[in-house]
Antibody, heavy 119, light 110 residues
Framework: EVQLVESGGGLVQPGGSLRLSCAASGFTFSSYWMSWVRQAPGKGLEWVANIKPDGSAKYYEDSVKGRFTISRDNAKNSLYLQMNSLRAEDTAVYYC????????????WGRGTLVTVSS | QSVVTQAPSASGTPGQMVTITCSGGSSNIGTYSVNWYRQFPGTAPKLLIYSDNQRPSGVPDRFSGSKSGTSASLAISGLQSEDEADYYCAAWDASLNGPVFGGGTKLTVL
């Protein structure tokens, strides 16, 4: 079955760190760009970061630059998001999404993992 | 505040046609294709329309997309109660090297 499954969410204090994982299955993971998209409670969708199939290029939304790092391990069919210096405004459900290019779209989404930043 | 804007709500009665619009700028909608996503409460978004007007396999032809200049629209004909959901447009943005989402439109079927 083609799917993405996120894990690693939870409650963390402001200033803390968390690492999210996304396990891909059912497709050739190493051929696709991948992304993280988040959704704060009761709010809309917000793109967080992209990574190229071979991991050689990474792009970030401005508010997470310097704090979040996207990475991947193609041998393990896994995508990661290392989140440091977390703030209350980072509280959200974080979705892993497969990104197709030319034309672009997020054509496969995971179910999401909730990150809560609170003291 | 998103650089791509949508009305926060829309409504219609069963059988009607409803149109949801999305307005952006030259760096996003004006240059790149628009996608539409549907999201039911408590679930992940799902691709509804890609490349302005293309439907992925399995999406009924009641859903159609269009684009003109820096605006895009999603039309839903023959409205059904199960169409009640949040709808998001999105376009690639050259300045981000990533996509920008509209704020979302909550569709209510009266």
């Amino acid at each position: 079955e083609v799917q993405l499954v996120e894990s690693g969410g939870g409650l963390v204090q402001p200033g803390g760190s968390l690492r999210l994982s996304c396990a891909a299955s059912g497709f050739t993971f190493s051929s696709y760009w991948m992304s993280w998209v988040r959704q704060a409670p009761g709010k809309g969708l917000e793109w967080v970061a992209n990574i190229k199939p071979d991991g050689s290029a990474k792009y970030y939304e401005d508010s997470v630059k310097g704090r979040f790092t996207i990475s991947r391990d193609n041998a393990k069919n896994s995508l990661y998001l290392q989140m440091n210096s977390l703030r209350a405004e980072d509280t959200a459900v974080y979705y892993c999404a497969r990104l197709t290019r030319d034309p672009w779209s997020f054509d496969l989404w995971g179910r999401g993992t909730l990150v809560t930043v609170s003291s | 505040q998103s650089v791509v804007t949508q009305a926060p709500s829309a409504s219609g009665t069963p059988g009607q046609m409803v149109t949801i619009t999305c307005s952006g700028g030259s760096s996003n909608i004006g240059t790149y294709s628009v996608n539409w996503y549907r999201q039911f409460p408590g679930t992940a978004p799902k691709l509804l329309i890609y490349s302005d007007n293309q439907r992925p396999s399995g999406v009924p032809d009641r859903f159609s997309g269009s684009k003109s200049g820096t605006s895009a629209s999603l039309a839903i004909s023959g409205l059904q109660s199960e169409d009640e959901a949040d709808y998001y447009c999105a376009a690639w943005d050259a300045s981000l090297n990533g996509p920008v989402f509209g704020g979302g439109t909550k569709l209510t079927v009266l």
